[in-house]
């Protein structure tokens, strides 16, 4: 036969022993930690870096070139391969630079500022899911032990019924029959219960991802209440960071439709050449510049540029595509806020009140002989649904309020430093 400890004594158990080695979690130390800690913000500042470093040699010239050679060696006669006969054989070394135009390494210069402009918009989006999971899932793992505490009470008021109803047997009133109804409902209860465990582990799982460890520590205080204006959150829904992105690529776009263009614009090219004749000739140098010859632009230069300003067309329309999902989602978001507002307040001073009224309207008329336990039974349970709902209603409209806060607030808003 297997032994399940219950929640009332596994809880404080649990804590015990987690808080022996650590300190409480509250909300914002989660929040911090996962700022932190999770791999993916180190990845994003890994990219930002790498974004910088290609950013620096972006604009600058080419490396120059070393060139050697030999020039004018004869190849037959009497002197054929020799390097010192004749007055032209010359050995060269030199050096070439080539310059692309200044539009063309402009434009270079400004799309590498935009790849890191896009890394740290990408980081921003990566902060944002950071904290509005770890938000979440605290939030879940909160209302879960809230929940779980009720759960104890229950089991109190479980075994109190149970010792009424075998008194009341026992001095020769109720049926047989009623001594089965107090083991159903805690059977009910313990039901429950395993759904609330599974839920809390699943939220601790969720923490444990921007977290680690410290997802098993017992948590402390309560999820902050955040104001939820829609007229202050559908102000900010341009600055949110997904939309960010197209600001930052299409600034790379530009440049990369300004250097396309450029291509059709000559570089040039010096070099600068000593040529070693034998001894009893003199030496000489050379000069030599060079010129591109972009006169096929029509089948080279020109699809490449049109190409570019296909790219950001198809972006300018990607944004406006996501401007409307977001916008669709902000007004989902703040119906179902909404809605899970008054579902609470409705929880708190109608349901919950009249589900009070109906236990101790049916446990005076069961002690006075004149109800049925059943129907004390079922009036309780309506009771223990009430009071369960009450928990998650208020679970979910903070979950909610923290999916909005988080998705719109600004960086400097959200109560977390980065």
């Known amino acids: 036969m297997s032994f399940k400890l219950p929640y009332w004594l596994a809880a404080p158990l649990w804590a015990w022993m987690a808080g022996a080695g650590a300190a409480p979690l509250g909300f914002d130390d989660a929040l911090t930690r996962a700022l932190h800690e999770t791999p993916a913000l180190a990845a994003s500042a890994s990219r930002i870096a790498a974004a910088r470093q290609n950013a620096i ?12 050679g030999l020039a004018n060696v004869p190849v037959d006669g009497a002197d ?3 390097l010192d006969s004749e007055p032209m054989t010359m050995r ?3 050096v070439m630079q080539a310059f692309p135009n200044a539009a063309k390494r402009g434009a270079r210069a400004n ?8 890394a740290e918009a990408g980081m921003q989006v990566v902060r944002q899911t950071v904290l509005q999971q770890t938000a979440q899932a605290w939030i ?5 032990e809230a929940q779980l505490r009720h759960i104890a009470a229950l089991y109190d008021e479980n075994r109190l019924l149970n010792v009424a109803i075998r008194a009341r047997l026992a001095g020769g009133g109720g049926m047989a029959s009623d001594v089965v109804l107090p083991r159903e409902e ?14 809390r582990a699943q939220a601790i799982a969720a923490l444990r991802r921007w977290i680690g460890d410290a997802a098993d520590w017992p948590l402390e205080g309560a999820p902050p209440k955040w104001p939820i204006d829609h007229a202050l959150l559908a102000h900010r829904l341009e600055q949110h960071p997904e939309l960010a992105l197209y600001s930052q690529e299409s600034r790379v776009l530009d440049a990369e439709i300004d250097a396309a263009r450029a291509a059709t614009r000559p570089d040039w090219s010096l070099g600068l050449v000593y040529q070693q004749r034998a001894s009893q000739f003199g030496n000489m140098a050379s000069i030599e510049l060079g010129f591109d010859l972009p006169v096929f632009a029509a089948t080279r230069q020109d699809p490449l540029i049109a190409a570019r ?3 950001r067309a198809a972006l300018d329309a990607d944004y406006q595509a996501q401007l409307r999902a977001h916008t669709a989602e902000l007004d989902a978001d703040l119906a179902e806020y909404r ?16 589900a009070q009224e109906k236990v101790s309207l049916t446990l005076a008329a069961w002690r006075g002989g004149q109800g049925s336990l059943a129907e004390l039974i079922g009036a309780r349970r309506a009771r223990i649904d009430a009071e369960l709902k009450a928990i998650e209603l208020a679970g979910a409209r903070d979950e909610m309020a923290a999916r909005l806060h988080f998705t719109y607030a600004q960086p400097n808003e959200s109560g977390v430093q980065p």
């Open 186 to 199: 805690a059977a009910l209860i313990a039901e429950r219960e395993d759904l609330l465990n599974a839920r």
């Open 339 to 354: 809605r899970l507002d008054r579902a609470l307040v409705r929880q708190h001073e109608v349901l919950l009140p009249l």
């Open 92 to 94: 060269m070394i030199g």
């Open 309 to 311: 300003v296909a790219e």
């Open 57 to 68: 040699p972006a604009g600058a010239l080419p490396d120059p070139q070393l060139t050697l």
């Open 111 to 118: 799309a590498a500022m935009g790849r890191v402009g896009l």
């Open 140 to 144: 879940q793992r909160h209302s879960a």
């Open 80 to 82: 054929r391969f020799s």
